[in-house]
């Protein structure tokens, strides 16, 4: 089992930045995706970002230069940095991770982007 906490959500006004983080614990060695997943009210969850063990990542378009998604292996965690935030980027944020796709989840951070 993989146990998966996130941290970092919150309220911010557009264009202004938050960073998520995500610490993984219990059986990781088969760990190696992980990523981050967004589900606004109304909507299906649908995928963020990813990044491999290797590095490779992967990016939906509607993110695509603005966020960053980066892994510590050491410390078996994985970080979104989010920058020039949208209100449609409000959203509740999950963390998930893998062997090869998403497994675990975490229990969702709140994103909400408003003025």
């Known amino acids: 089992q993989v146990q998966l906490v996130e941290s970092g959500g919150g309220l911010v006004q557009p264009g202004g930045s938050l960073r998520l983080s995500c610490a993984a614990s219990?059986?990781?060695?088969?760990?190696?995706?992980m990523g981050w997943y967004r589900q606004a009210p109304g909507k299906q969850r649908g995928l963020v970002a990813r990044?491999?063990?290797?590095?490779?990542?992967y990016y939906a378009g509607s993110v695509q230069g603005r966020f960053t998604i980066s892994r510590d292996n050491a410390k078996s965690t994985v970080y979104l940095q989010m920058n020039s935030l949208k209100p449609d980027d409000t959203a509740v944020y999950y963390c998930s991770a893998g062997r090869l796709g998403p497994g675990y989840w975490g229990q969702g951070t709140q994103v909400t982007v408003s003025s």
């Open positions: 219990g059986t990781i060695s088969s760990i190696n995706f």
């Open positions: 990044i491999m063990t290797g590095g490779s990542t």
